[in-house]
């Protein structure tokens, strides 16, 4: 089983920011479209922020655009996500997860791999 490891979540006042990373070493991501996933409690999984295989195509939702960005290493085997203006809202559990480049579309493609989560709460 295949498991992306994520990192990078915390405790953080709103209007501050984190920066999480992902990675693996069962996988090449060079060749894996990446995304970050996000649950709360009660809500379902959305699709935060997705990226393709090369990086020159993104995905954000309406309600990250502007704040986060997604972006790669493939030299490092590592993909991140960088978020600003951080608000209550945004608490969630965060999601890494990969998907085969040729299979990218944005958020909307079912994904192949995921990690266990890290855990963003953001106080107000």
């Known amino acids: 089983q295949v498991q992306m490891v994520e990192s990078g979540g915390g405790l953080v006042q709103a209007g501050g920011s984190l920066r999480l990373s992902c990675t693996t070493s069962?996988?090449?991501?060079?060749?894996?479209?990446m995304g970050w996933f996000r649950q709360a409690p009660g809500k379902e999984r959305e699709g935060v922020s997705c990226i393709s295989h090369s990086g020159r195509n993104t995905y954000y939702a309406d309600s990250v655009k502007g704040r986060f960005t997604i972006s790669r290493d493939n030299g490092k085997n590592t993909v991140y996500l960088q978020m600003d203006s951080l608000k209550p809202e945004d608490t969630a559990m965060y999601y890494c997860?990969?998907?085969?480049?040729?299979?990218?579309?944005?958020?909307?493609?079912?994904?192949?791999?995921w990690g266990q989560g890290t855990q963003v709460t953001v106080s107000s």
């Open positions: 997860t990969a998907l085969p480049r040729s299979s990218y579309d944005g958020c909307s493609n079912p994904f192949n791999y």
């Open positions: 069962e996988l090449d991501l060079d060749d894996f479209a």
